[in-house]
């Protein structure tokens, strides 16, 4: 399938494509699956799960009422407070988000985290199903400390913060309401999900570039923050 070698190469080569105007969402989770195959066999190992489209805002503009879902790896790992090479992307943008371990199929523990999207294809445009092929613009994460589950992380502010600049703001509740509404839909999607998997809810803002040397770091009140240097 040419669409997953052009996908692969534009990962590996940290260089756009075209879009590619697949057909429909079976095809596109098809050649997703493929990319993922092809990650694993150079020696990622899988880590998890993460959610797009969790926004009801994101939902109606694109014109689909259900989320999607793409897989994280452990090499797109970055440690809370590392950096990370910008080498490696192509026009990397950040979001906060929440994050939740997985445990016997259910949340064990969650946390704040940061997530860097970085569309393959030029312009950082797309359809549904090719951003869906394109592992959703999964390119890296960044997980906070692990905290016991509140009972009030449905609706709990979060700040995106650049250089000690707060760029954003928002809530939880951004994520399809409650944050684990996703990991439940997330759940159903997947089939099983796995003991120590990461699961990414969904941003609780809308995304902003990526510099290289900036400090960016999410906050979400009462779980405390995660952090990233660009290089």
């Known amino acids: 399938?040419?669409?997953?070698?052009?996908?692969?190469?534009?990962?590996?080569?940290?260089?756009?494509?075209?879009?590619?105007?697949?057909?429909?969402?079976?095809?596109?989770?098809?050649?997703?699956?493929?990319?993922?195959a092809r990650r694993i066999?150079?020696?990622?190992?899988?880590?998890?799960?993460?959610?797009?489209?969790?926004?009801?805002?994101?939902?109606?503009?694109?014109?689909?009422?259900?989320?999607?879902?793409?897989?994280l790896t452990d090499a797109m790992r970055v440690p809370d407070g590392g950096s990370v090479s910008l080498d490696r992307f192509i026009h990397p943008r950040i979001e906060?988000?929440?994050?939740?371990?997985?445990?016997?199929?259910?949340?064990?523990?969650v946390a704040p985290a940061l997530e860097i999207i970085d569309s393959r294809y030029a312009d950082f445009k797309f359809t549904l199903p090719d951003v869906i092929a394109d592992n959703c613009s999964a390119a890296a994460y960044v997980i906070g400390p692990w905290s016991a589950m509140?009972?009030?992380?449905?609706?709990?502010?979060?700040?995106?913060?650049?250089?000690?600049?707060?760029?954003?703001?928002?809530?939880?509740?951004?994520?399809?309401?409650?944050p684990r509404r996703a990991f439940d839909q997330g759940a159903t999607m997947v089939g099983e999900l796995m003991d120590g998997w990461v699961f990414l809810a969904g941003a609780a803002t809308a995304a902003v570039p990526l510099s290289p040397g900036s400090f960016v770091r999410a906050v979400v009140e009462g779980l405390g923050s995660a952090s990233v240097r660009a290089a």
């Open 96 to 109: 906060p988000e929440v994050a939740f371990l997985v445990r016997d199929g259910a949340i064990a523990a």
């Open 41 to 71: 066999e150079r020696g990622e190992r899988l880590a998890g799960v993460k959610m797009g489209l969790t926004s009801k805002a994101k939902m109606a503009q694109v014109g689909v009422d259900q989320v999607i879902r793409g897989w």
């Open 1 to 36: 399938m040419s669409s997953v070698a052009d996908l692969d190469a534009a990962l590996l080569g940290a260089k756009a494509i075209p879009q590619l105007n697949l057909g429909d969402v079976q095809t596109a989770y098809e050649v997703q699956a493929e990319l993922l």
């Open 150 to 178: 509140p009972s009030n992380v449905d609706n709990v502010g979060v700040l995106l913060e650049v250089d000690g600049a707060v760029v954003q703001v928002g809530s939880t509740a951004a994520i399809l309401g409650d």
